[in-house]
Structure formats: structure tokens, C-alpha cells
T-cell receptor, first 110, second 114 residues
Framework: GESVGLHLPTLSVQEGDNSIINCAYS??????FIWYKQESGKGPQFIID?????DKRQGQRVTVLLNKTVKHLSLQIAATQPGDSAVYFC?????????FGAGTILRVKS | EAQVTQNPRYLITVTGKKLTVTCSQN?????MSWYRQDPGLGLRQIYY???????DKGDVPEGYKVSRKEKRNFPLILESPSPNQTSLYFC?????????????FGPGTRLTVT
């Protein structure tokens, strides 16, 4: 069946280092992906998105890479800060719904 | 300020006692949706609405009802809650098309059914 999933449930990084969060998807026809950040006690917040006609998209301190050959996308956070500690979800926009992966916990060590 | 509000934020109830979780958005969005979040499963869609009086089932609709009488409100109704509906619930809204950058989520409602 269709799914969007993550390789690592928890990622611990040192403050100032770069973080890479990975996500795999199974439907090769998928064409729009979004990364969300969820802080404790809050709903998911949009970080960055990418369409299948792109391989890379950059935002402020974040970059999303899409590898359609292996159906994999990643979120890179540069110079990770304590405020980046949260659960990160990749999601696929499937028209009338978002299909979420299970999430990755990012812990930033000071 | 653009926002999605949910009430209550926390609720503990007993099996079979009907409850409603309200959701309201102030952005004049056509699309609204309910998700539940369970550990290790991410968020799963319960119901969605494309506009007033237009609702449809998501992936896990059993045991839930919704209504969309007004554009801004999209309540989630549990007619006879059961313990397996203990979860964290999120309401979301967006313009039609569900573009990621314009999808807003509410703060969540943590429901416990005993």
C-alpha cells in the first residue's frame, strides 16, 4: 500500500551541527511533499515543501532534497539550535488529505 | 492573527458519553479536516470537508461524525466514545488544494476515554 515513513525515530545532534532527517515514500506517482515541525503541545507547523519537478529546495537554514529514483527525501537543518528540538514529519499531499510519516524526534544537545 | 482554534484542549470522559470537539478557523478557508495522532503512526485523517455542507470520510472515520454548517466551524462528534478513541486530535484548514504552506493546524485536543 501507499505509505510515507521515516528511517530513524530519534536523532540527537550537538548544537551548531547540521541535522539530516530522512523519509521514504512508496508511491512513485507522488508529486508533492511537505515537512512539518511539531513542538511539544502544539500542532504541526509548515517548514518547507517540494514538488516532484524539483530535486532541491532551500529555505532559511533548511534544505529539502528529493531523490525520485530511490523514493527518498530528506530535511537538512543547518547550524541546529535548541529551538529546533521537536518532532519532524514528512507528509505527502494526496489531494484531499495529507499522508504523514511516523515522525522523527530531533534532540539538540547544548 | 490567522489561526485554528480547538476546544476543549484536554478532555477525560467515560465510554459511551457523547462528546463534541469544536474547531474554528478565521481565514475563510474552504477546506477543513480532522486528524488523530497516535504514537508511531503519525497523523491519520478522520474526515474532511471541501466546503459548507460537503463532508467526506478520511482513512479512519469509524466512530466519528462531523458537520459543516458554517464555513468557519467543523466540529468532530463522538456519539459513543470508546477507549480506542483515546488520542490526540488535530483540526486543520487550508484554501482548496491543501497546499502545504497554507495549511494551518489547531493546537490539538487530547482525549482520554476510560
Amino acid at each position: 500500500g501507499e505509505s510515507v515513513g521515516l528511517h530513524l525515530p530519534t536523532l540527537s545532534v550537538q548544537e551548531g551541527d547540521n541535522s539530516i532527517i530522512n523519509c521514504a515514500y512508496s508511491n512513485s506517482a507522488s508529486d508533492y511533499f511537505i515537512w512539518y515541525k511539531q513542538e511539544s503541545g502544539k500542532g504541526p507547523q509548515f517548514i518547507i515543501d517540494i514538488r516532484s519537478n524539483m530535486d532541491k529546495r532551500q529555505g532559511q537554514r533548511v534544505t529539502v532534497l528529493l531523490n525520485k529514483t530511490v523514493k527518498h527525501l530528506s530535511l537538512q537543518i543547518a547550524a541546529t539550535q535548541p529551538g529546533d528540538s521537536a518532532v519532524y514529519f514528512c507528509a505527502e499531499n494526496k489531494g484531499n488529505k495529507l499522508v504523514f510519516g511516523a515522525g522523527t524526534i530531533l534532540r539538540v544537545k547544548s | 492573527e490567522a489561526q485554528v482554534t480547538q476546544n476543549p484542549r484536554y478532555l477525560i470522559t467515560v465510554t459511551g458519553k457523547k462528546l463534541t470537539v469544536t474547531c474554528s478557523q478565521n481565514m475563510n478557508h474552504e477546506y477543513m479536516s480532522w486528524y488523530r495522532q497516535d504514537p508511531g503512526l503519525g497523523l491519520r485523517q478522520i474526515y474532511y470537508s471541501m466546503n459548507v455542507e460537503v463532508t467526506d470520510k478520511g482513512d479512519v472515520p469509524e466512530g466519528y461524525k462531523v458537520s459543516r454548517k458554517e464555513k468557519r466551524n467543523f466540529p468532530l462528534i463522538l456519539e459513543s466514545p470508546s477507549p480506542n478513541q483515546t488520542s490526540l486530535y488535530f483540526c486543520a484548514s487550508s484554501p482548496l488544494g491543501l497546499a502545504g504552506s497554507t495549511t494551518y493546524f489547531g493546537p490539538g485536543t487530547r482525549l482520554t476515554v476510560t
